[in-house]
């Protein structure tokens, strides 16, 4: 399996612009998060998915993010306009959830994306 | 929420020595999860223990849990310069609520 796949694993762009980040979860999991994570406020997670449907975006910083899985095998998150804050690692995460709405079971770590905004 | 803990921020220790980790929660728990990363990587999954257990093994990790004391703590023993890396820990609640990773705890494994 090659696990979770995301793109571009390295991204630097100026404040204004927009980015859009790309996630390829585990085939056959029914479950996706976003999370940011960066030296002051660690791990945080954005928002995740279950069967394609967002069940937790309240971690989205503003109305800057957003975050969309049109199908079980894509899902994108999207920053406009960028601003110099938004540096930080983005991860996406997939996991295969047994029940309920997901959320609970291991998940698996994509490489991440850098992001710089200068 | 039910953020986890870590305990200490960082541990500096030989290699072949055992390294502990803490993690406290507040609320009750489905289960709590561990994790590592690696620098500049994404958290990799080390085990996971319901609430109905208390310790777990895998390898030269050994996992307990206190659901009393609402702790855990992470065992590695014979550490490695490769354990080198931040350990985070997860709480999980109920099904529905995503959990939420801890700080972490920096160890370093020095040869």
């Known amino acids: ?118 | 929420s039910q953020q986890g803990e870590e305990d200490p921020q960082a541990l500096s220790i030989q290699e072949g020595e055992n390294a502990t980790m803490n993690c406290s929660y507040k609320t009750s728990i489905n289960n709590l999860q561990w994790y590592r990363q690696n620098s500049g990587r994404g958290l990799v999954h080390l085990i996971l223990i319901r609430s109905n257990e208390r310790e777990k093994h895998s390898g030269r990790l050994r996992v307990t849990l206190d659901t009393s004391k609402k702790s855990s703590s992470l065992l590695i023993t014979a550490s490695r310069a490769a354990d080198t890396a931040s350990y985070f820990c997860a709480t999980g609640r109920d099904y529905g609520q995503n959990f939420v990773f801890g700080p972490g705890t920096r160890l370093s494994v020095l040869p």
């Open chain 1, 1 to 118: 399996d090659a696990g979770v796949i995301q793109s571009p694993r390295h991204e630097v762009t100026e404040m204004g612009q927009e980015v859009t980040l790309r996630c390829k979860p585990i085939s056959g999991h029914n479950s996706l998060f976003w999370y940011r994570q960066t030296m002051m406020r660690g791990l945080e997670l954005l928002i995740y998915f279950n069967n394609n449907v967002p069940i937790d975006d309240s971690g989205m910083p503003e109305d800057r993010f957003s975050a969309k899985m049109p199908n079980a095998s894509f899902s994108t998150l999207k920053i406009q306009p960028s601003e110099p804050r938004d540096s930080a690692v983005y991860f996406c995460a997939s996991s295969l959830g047994t029940s309920g709405r997901g959320g609970q079971e291991t998940q698996y770590f994509g490489p991440g994306t850098r992001l710089l905004v200068l």
